[in-house]
């Protein structure tokens, strides 16, 4: 690769600098004000999220959901929606890494491949407790300047190429063609 001679140049833009994914199982007690006799639903709503680089291997994603749960007591007399706010960190490690990226200025993006969803929802033995298991996943890029290099065609661009293209329409083609496909109502309009 010679730069002299300008069979190449020099590109700077923007690309993905590395890429990170994880899958997180999490498990959260949530106390009601009564002692539930049966789950009746369990529902995650609200999810809000924020994601920054962290280090050289690892972007912290921080984000928050509402777990609602609805469930009956006073022996199946009585129903009630608890709601708690769950506040959650995770640690995502870049397993796609490019270290030709010339800056250190790096946007970050996150995108939800699973939001967070209840898996299972159980009432504990113990006191007025409920037990919830929520999945998430999330997949992270960073976005930093890099180069490209790319080589010249020495003869240029050349427009004439248009004139290879065949737009005729072939004698078998012609015939596949169905000279009554209108309805009569379009017709008469």
């Known amino acids: 690769m010679t730069f002299l001679d300008q069979e190449y140049r020099e590109i700077i833009t923007k690309a993905v600098c590395g890429k990170g ?3 997180v199982e999490a ?3 949530i106390s009601p004000s009564h002692k539930p006799s049966s789950i009746l639903g369990c529902w995650v709503i609200n ?3 924020h994601a920054k680089k962290k280090s050289k291997n690892t972007v912290e994603v921080n984000g928050s959901y509402d777990i609602n ?3 009956s007591y006073n022996d199946n007399t009585k129903t009630e929606v608890v709601t708690e706010r769950i506040t959650y960190c995770d640690n995502i490690k870049l397993a796609v ?9 790096y946007d970050v993006v ?3 491949l699973q939001q967070p969803n209840c898996l299972e929802c159980k009432i504990t033995n113990q006191a007025n407790k409920v037990v919830v298991e929520i999945e998430r996943e ?3 890029q960073i976005i930093g300047d890099t180069k490209v290099y790319v080589k010249v065609d020495p003869s240029g661009f ?3 190429d248009d004139e290879d293209w065949e737009l005729d329409v072939s004698d078998d083609e012609l015939e596949e063609i169905d000279p009554d496909f209108l309805d009569e109502k379009d017709n008469d309009d």
């Open 158 to 160: 050349d427009n004439d």
């Open 21 to 23: 994914r994880r899958f």
């Open 110 to 112: 996150a995108k939800v």
């Open 27 to 29: 498990t959260h007690s």
């Open 69 to 71: 749960i609805w469930y």
């Open 97 to 105: 890494k490019d270290n030709n990226c010339i800056s250190d200025d």
């Open 138 to 140: 999330f997949l992270v």
């Open 47 to 49: 999810h809000l999220y």
